[in-house]
C-alpha cells in the first residue's frame, strides 16, 4: 500500500466514502446532511496536510489529515483525521495510515497528539489505544449513535516526544 500526500484530483476518490462514513452517523459527528462541497472544504482544507493510501491497484482506499489542534503557544500539538473505505475495512489500512501520521506529526516537530471526540463505540478506540494514547476523559451521552443511543466522546492524548 502506497501512502502519499493528496492533491485535488483526489477528492473524488475520497468524497465516496468520507460521505458514507458521515452518513452512517456513528463514527464522526459531522452533520450527515454535509454537502459534498462543504466536505471537501473540511476534509482539503489548505491549513491541513491531506494524504491518502491506495492499493496496488491505484485505487484510493483511505485517506488522513494533520493539522495543529490548537493556536498560537499550542500550536505544536496535533489533530488528526481518518477515513478508511469501510468496503476495505480490516486490512490493516487504518493503522498504516496512522502510524504514517504519527510519523509525519514527529517529523513537523509537533509534541502531541490530540483526538477531541472519538465516540467511545468506534472500534479505533482499540487502534489508538494499541498505539499509547490514552483515554483524558469521556463526555458523557455527547453524541446520539444511530444504534447504541446517547454514547460517550472520549478525549483522547499521545506524547510525541
Not at 20 to 26: F, P, R
Request: proline share 6%.
Amino acid at each position: 500500500m502506497l501512502i502519499r500526500e493528496a492533491v485535488a484530483d483526489d477528492w473524488p476518490r475520497i468524497w465516496p466514502f468520507w460521505h458514507a462514513i458521515v452518513v452512517a452517523a456513528e463514527t464522526y459527528t459531522w452533520d450527515p446532511d454535509t454537502s459534498e462541497e462543504a466536505a471537501r472544504a473540511l476534509w482539503m482544507n489548505p491549513a491541513k496536510r491531506v494524504y491518502v493510501a491506495e492499493d496496488p491497484g491505484g485505487a484510493v482506499v483511505g485517506s488522513a489529515y494533520l493539522t495543529p489542534n490548537y493556536g498560537g503557544r499550542a500550536a505544536d500539538v496535533a489533530n488528526a483525521g481518518f477515513m478508511v473505505d469501510p468496503d476495505q475495512a480490516g486490512r490493516g489500512i487504518g493503522r498504516a495510515l496512522a502510524e504514517h501520521i504519527l510519523a509525519a506529526a514527529q517529523d513537523a516537530g509537533y509534541r502531541a497528539m490530540v483526538f477531541n471526540a472519538v465516540v467511545e463505540t468506534n472500534p479505533a478506540v482499540q487502534l489508538w489505544t494499541s498505539l499509547g494514547f490514552t483515554i483524558l476523559g469521556t463526555v458523557p451521552e455527547a453524541f446520539d449513535h444511530p444504534r447504541h443511543g446517547r454514547v460517550g466522546l472520549h478525549i483522547m492524548y499521545r506524547s510525541l516526544l
